[in-house]
């Protein structure tokens, strides 16, 4: 078995750790900026209404601070236009019930042991279209896996909406898969891809927006590559810890395949007291991770199911 050294490229680990820039909204007193969390968009691009339907997850900070402040206290004054739920140490939820506008009111912290309270007035609009786009490059994904797409939803004034939870979108035909009513990630729609290849449409129920996307078996992969700045450097795990120790990309017939691919990667190790190896998708990056477990050397083989694509590496567990 050969021992081949794999390290994450700093441009890689920057894409899977980077995070969007939060929608901020002053406050009326100038005292607290509302932050809504994991959106990706800059707030002067958007008004910050919810869609009708949609949740978001806010934190505080202090006017000009850089950190989540401990919170006393948050409400609406109009919960049944816009609720506050599930409030935390650092962070609150509000969820739209219906078209409106709601004052929230939030006590938190100050850094200096003062407390700092201020509100804000946020709008709920209805859904009246939704447009779809894709970070894939040929947009093929593995059947019985999963897929993501760029998600944006839009008021009858074609004003931008956010929130998560609300998610007007279809797989046409059905075979291809099942949009997940779950997911809590802004700007973004996942399906369960289904078992049948094919060509298939994400579809609007709301407009006429709808975007095509292929679907095909492990046994169609034809490549799997590397990382560029991969070397021969064997990468260690320390016991206990569990990192990403290789990315790598996949081809169909020459169109890369995007997603998580959890269908078309088979990991396997016979080295099963030193380490345990998994899959993951994270940003646009396909990913080994080693969770080390004693010292020695880790042993890995992955495999593509239906084909003869193999690789083995070894990693140092210390």
Known sequence: MSKTGWKISAIGLALVMATGCGVELEGEEGELTFRYLDTDFQSSSVSGALATGASIDVEVRAVGGESALSIKEAFSESSDIIDVVNVGERRFTLEAKTEGTARIRAEADGADGETLSDSVEIDSAEVARVTFDSRCTDD??????????????????????????VYPVSVDPAEGGSVNPDLQLIDTVEISTGSEPGTYSLVSDVGEASYEFDLVDSDAITNLSLDEDNDETEHSVSTGEEVA????????????????????????????????????????LHLVYIEGLAAGDCEVKMEVPGTDIERNFSVEVH
């Open 140 to 165: 093929v994904f593995i059947t019985d896996s999963g897929a993501h797409f760029v998600y944006r939803m839009y008021d009858s004034a074609d004003n931008r909406l956010t929130g998560y939870g």
């Open 245 to 284: 120790v290789a990315a790598f990309t996949m081809e169909a017939d020459g169109k890369s395949v995007c997603g998580p691919a959890r269908a078309a990667i088979e990991l396997t190790t016979e080295t099963e007291d030193v380490c345990s190896p998994s899959y993951r998708f994270l940003g646009s």
